[in-house]
């Protein structure tokens, strides 16, 4: 027995028909909402071409009206669309495109692999990992990279050689100039406690460094001491020492001995002279060592000498000897420092060399490399302090 009303095919026949119709009729009124309406053009012409004095005003007949009426829309003939589901296609890794970085920053360009006529593309600061498992693998993604690259720049082999005289004629330059190693004045203060320079009519504290000039006198005070440093001798001043420099020649030395005890270590260049004068007697060396001690006492003065290492010549007036190492020489002299006849010579006591006067005196020479003489068993036989 047949159904009263239409079958369940029937009405699905309705409704497709009745879909494709809104469907229809949807794309006309898509296809004609942004075309504008023909009579607004005219209007709208016609307004913009009045608001120009030199320009007419249109004005529009009815008739003419008539001739821009819009035209209805003929219906679109549609063919009905036809889907085709396409199975996606698995490509392999290889023949993914090569990732560039295009010549704008920020933009990734793909690059075939055969080169193109175009400008070349810098290498893409990324590098394209590829999953080369199976098809459900994760899909590809993207690892930067950076290659740094340091500009180097070589410098011509003639640069160098340039440098190298130009470093050579600078050092030479300070060398000389003094501001690398500063000279030190052939005459200078090494030492001074309790010492007093006199230069003309100004008396000063003697400082270690000081410069010293010829006719500066340097007194000393007891208990005190002076080490000065005469072109390449040294002259030590103990306490109650004052001498007086009217020579600082280093090849020509003369120190006047006023007063006290002085000891002198003599290094001279060949052809030099080393002159100690003590009132009307002097005592020469070339390459020695000896002290001489001026003692002042109620009748007038009293100098005695020690040659310690090699002879000491000695001149007076109607005299004229030398003093051999190992010996002493004593000297009687006048209230007006005339020497009151020839002199005493004899060797020097075993416990004289042996005093703290002499024995730093030859600690100090040891430590300069100088030659002892008859010092070298006391200082051998003394232990150097601590």
Not at 38 to 51: G, H, I, K, Q, Y
Not at 52 to 66: D, H, Q
Not at 158 to 183: E, I, K, M, N
Not at 196 to 208: F, I, N
């Amino acid at each position: 027995m047949l159904p009263d009303g239409p079958s369940e095919m029937e009405q699905l026949d309705v409704l497709a028909t009745e879909l494709g119709e809104a469907g229809r009729i949807a794309r006309i009124a898509t296809a004609q909402r942004g075309r504008p309406d023909p009579v607004f053009n005219v209007r709208l012409r016609a307004e913009l071409l009045a608001s120009f004095g030199s320009i007419a005003p249109v004005s529009l007949e009815p008739a003419a009206a008539n001739l821009v009426e819009p035209l209805a829309p003929e219906p679109l003939a549609l063919e009905p669309l036809a889907l085709e589901l396409v199975a996606p296609e698995l490509v392999a890794p290889e023949a993914l495109p090569e990732l560039r970085m295009s010549e704008q920053p920020g933009i990734l360009a793909a690059a075939s692999a055969e080169p193109g006529p175009g400008p070349a593309v810098a290498p893409a600061p990324f590098e394209l990992l590829e999953d080369r498992g199976h098809a459900g693998s994760e899909p590809t993604r993207l690892r930067p990279s950076v290659t740094w690259r340091i500009p180097t720049r070589a410098m011509p082999s003639r640069w160098v050689g340039v440098g190298l005289a130009a470093c050579l004629a600078l050092a030479a330059f300070l060398a000389g100039s003094g501001v690398l190693w500063p000279t030190r004045p052939p005459a200078r203060t090494d030492d001074a406690v309790a010492a007093t320079l006199v230069r003309g009519q100004d008396a000063t504290p003697l400082l270690a460094g000081a410069e010293l000039s010829q006719g500066d006198e340097i007194r000393v005070a007891a208990g005190g001491r002076a080490y000065l440093t005469l072109g390449s001798s040294y002259v030590r001043l103990d306490g109650g020492a004052d001498v007086r420099l009217d020579s600082v020649d280093p090849s020509n030395l003369q120190i006047a001995q006023l007063a006290g005890r002085v000891y002198h270590r003599v290094q001279l260049p060949d052809g030099g002279m080393y002159r100690v004068v003590t009132g009307d007697v002097t005592w020469r060396a070339k390459g020695t060592a000896f002290d001489i001690d001026r003692e002042s006492n109620s009748s007038g003065e009293r100098v005695v000498a020690l040659a310690l290492q090699h002879d000491v010549a000695v001149s007076a007036p109607g005299y004229y000897g030398a003093v051999p190492q190992g010996s002493s020489a004593t000297f009687v002299l006048s209230a007006t420092g005339a020497a009151g006849g020839e002199p005493t010579v004899s060797a020097i006591p075993a416990g004289f060399l042996s005093g703290p006067w002499l024995l730093a005196n030859a600690q100090l020479d040891s430590r300069l490399g100088l030659p002892l003489g008859e010092l070298a068993n006391v200082q051998e036989a003394t232990p150097s302090p601590t």
